[in-house]
């Protein structure tokens, strides 16, 4: 089918500046996948036009008059679920805590806000916004995302250890997600305790401005200590090295990691395969990959290398992935030894980090 026959996907704008309202909406109409369907000036009049309107997706602004996008995100997620796209100011702090709580409300992602039609990065700006508002409008939505009580499919269906792997105790793990990540990465990595054995890396794709403020985010949420990697910093145990925007997080074979401008594996910088690569060179058997929602397939050539080089691969399960794309091409080829819910993937994590086993 031609792009030309394809419905527009439309969207609804919601942004309490005249000016970037008017950019937004200049933005929207240049691209031939999308068509405005309604622009508002705030939440209030956003949730009272979202049943009318019925957007495929929804550009959010996160500091609106009265209501804020939080807000908003909760009360859409909740009576009409559509998928969210974020468009925040990435340098104001407030503004990016708000963001990332809204990410975990049930916004898909969140993007940078345009400055105006002179600004240096305006063209990236704006092909960001419009690639993300037409990628998160295919996403299916759930009414306020809550999981069951899943059971663990594998351990009741299958002999308790995976026959195919040896315990080996392992030195560090590696964890990665794409859209729906933050949510699902703060409910794993804050069940985790303080004390827990292994250091951590981590990736995460999002627009480079937010990484800063996004770890300090995760790192308020639990008792981990998290920042942005360090190019030659060791690793220790207790720590989430989160790779730095547009940088690849990789582990050198002496164990210390490597902050690297090497240029993008499928697109993506940061790579997971990039990183559980390096990680299947440098600790081979000891290494312990863990992938979580995320479109595309970033991670998963890694993670069967991991699993080559005889290490542990861990994904998350359909039921509970927002998008099961990456967990979904992991488990296809071949890279993971178990795929679980969410809720049960921090339990094995600790299990397998302190020798419990499968």
């Known amino acids: 089918m031609s792009m030309a026959s394809q419905p527009r996907v439309r969207v609804m704008v919601v942004e309490d500046s005249l000016v970037v309202r008017q950019l937004l909406v200049h933005i929207i109409a240049s691209d031939p996948r999308l068509v405005v369907a309604a622009a508002v000036s705030s939440a209030e009049e ?10 495929d997706v929804v550009s959010m602004d996160i500091r609106l008059p009265g209501m804020d996008g939080l807000e908003a995100t909760r009360q859409i997620m909740s009576e009409h679920p559509t998928p969210i796209v974020v468009i925040a100011d990435s340098i ?7 963001s990332m709580n809204a990410l975990r409300a049930g ?8 400055v105006g039609l002179s600004s240096a990065n305006y063209a990236g700006i704006a092909s960001t916004i419009c690639t993300q508002l037409y990628i998160m409008s295919q996403v299916p939505v759930v009414r306020q995302r809550s999981f069951a ?17 040896s315990a080996t105790l392992p030195s560090i793990m590696g964890i990665a997600a794409s859209t729906g990540g933050p949510p699902a990465l703060a409910k794993v990595l804050g069940a985790l305790p303080e004390d827990f054995p292994l250091p951590i890396l981590l990736v995460q794709h ?15 949420l639990m008792p981990l200590k998290v920042r942005l990697a360090q190019d030659h910093e060791i690793p220790t145990a207790g720590n989430v090295y ?3 925007g547009d940088r690849h997080l990789l582990l050198s ?5 490597k902050v690297s401008a090497e240029p993008p594996v499928g697109n993506q910088r940061p790579s997971a395969t990039m990183l559980f690569q390096s990680m299947a060179r440098s600790v081979g058997r000891r290494g312990l990959g863990v992938i979580l929602t995320g479109m595309g ?8 290398e991991m699993r080559q080089a005889g290490g542990y691969g861990l994904a998350e399960d359909e039921s509970t992935a927002v998008v099961y794309g990456m967990p979904a091409a992991a488990t296809r080829m071949g890279g993971v030894n178990v795929s679980l819910p969410l809720d049960l993937i921090a339990p094995r994590i600790l299990r397998l980090a302190r020798g419990d086993g499968e």
């Open 46 to 55: 956003a949730l009272r036009e979202i049943g009318r309107v019925q957007p």
């Open 253 to 257: 074979p002496a164990g210390a990691l």
């Open 242 to 244: 989160v790779a730095p």
């Open 297 to 304: 397939e970033d991670g998963a050539q890694g993670l069967v």
């Open 149 to 165: 009580p899943w059971r663990d499919k594998i351990t009741n269906t299958a002999p308790k250890r995976d026959p195919e792997w």
């Open 92 to 98: 104001e702090d407030s503004s990016l805590k708000i």
């Open 107 to 114: 916004a898909l992602t969140v993007v940078e806000k345009p």
């Open 206 to 220: 999002m627009g480079a401005p937010f990484m800063e403020g996004f770890a300090s985010w995760l790192n308020g």
